[in-house]
C-alpha cells in the first residue's frame, strides 16, 4: 500500500509539472507581437496568397494583419472562415477575379461578369449563381485545410515547448533537491509530464478505487 501511494503522489506530481508547463507556454501569448499564438498561423497564410489580390481590395494592403488578429485571439474557427470568406466577397469584382478564377477552376470572364454585377447590385442568373458557388466550395474547402493545418500544428508545437519547459524544471528541481545520479529520473519525468497531464488526475482516482477495492477483498 505504501509503494501504491508513492506511485499515487509521482503520477500527481508528474501531472501537476505538465499543467504547469502549458500554463508557461500560454503565458507566452503576452510576448509583443503574439507569441507563441503566431504558431500555425503560416499554414493559413499560404493559403491566403492565392487570392491576395482581392483580399487588398476589400481590406487594403494590411489584410494580413486583419486575419492574423483573429488567429491571435483565438477567436472560433467558423467565425475566422466566415471573416476570410466576406472579406472575399467583398474585394471580388471584375478586375480580382482572375485569383478566384483559377481556385474554382471556373472560367474568368463569366465569374468577373458575375463579380460585375455584384458590385453594381443587379440580379444574377442560376448559372452565375451557381458558378459563385463552385468557387466559394472551392475557397472553403483549401481553408479548412489550411486551418486544420494550422490547429494541429498549434498543438504540436505547443506541446513540445510544454514537454521542453517541464524538462528544464524538473532537472533544476533535480540539481536543487536531489545528486546528479537522479538527473535521468528528472528527464523523464519531465518529458513524461505534459502526456500525463490530461489524465493525471483519472489516473489518481482509478488507482485509489483499485487499490479501496483490492483492500476490501483482503479484508472479506
Known amino acids: 500500500m505504501e509503494n501504491l501511494d508513492k506511485v499515487i503522489a509521482l503520477i500527481a506530481a508528474t501531472g501537476g509539472l505538465g499543467l504547469a508547463a502549458m500554463s508557461l507556454v500560454d503565458a507566452f501569448k503576452a510576448v509583443p507581437g503574439g507569441g507563441v499564438s503566431r504558431i500555425g498561423f503560416n499554414h493559413i497564410r499560404k493559403v491566403l496568397k492565392l487570392f491576395d489580390t482581392v483580399l487588398a481590395r476589400a481590406a487594403g494592403p494590411a489584410w494580413e494583419s486583419v486575419v492574423l488578429s483573429h488567429w491571435i485571439n483565438g477567436r472560433p474557427r467558423d467565425e475566422q472562415i466566415g471573416v476570410i470568406r466576406a472579406l472575399l466577397r467583398l474585394g471580388l469584382n471584375a478586375d480580382t477575379a482572375g485569383q478566384l478564377a483559377q481556385i474554382g477552376n471556373v472560367d474568368e470572364k463569366a465569374l468577373g ?108
Open 113 to 220: 461578369d458575375a463579380a460585375a454585377k455584384l458590385v453594381k447590385g443587379a440580379a444574377l442568373s442560376e448559372a452565375e449563381i451557381n458558378l459563385i458557388g463552385r468557387v466559394e466550395a472551392a475557397v472553403e474547402a483549401r481553408l479548412d485545410a489550411a486551418f486544420d493545418l494550422a490547429d494541429q500544428a498549434y498543438r504540436n508545437i505547443s506541446r513540445v515547448l510544454a514537454g521542453v519547459i517541464a524538462v528544464i524544471l524538473a532537472v533544476v528541481a533535480a540539481l536543487m533537491l536531489t545528486k546528479p545520479s537522479q538527473w535521468g529520473a528528472a528527464i523523464l519525468v519531465g518529458l513524461l509530464a505534459v502526456p500525463i497531464a490530461p489524465i493525471a488526475k483519472d489516473l489518481v482516482s482509478a488507482l485509489t478505487a483499485a487499490a479501496r477495492a483490492v483492500k476490501s477483498t483482503r479484508n472479506a
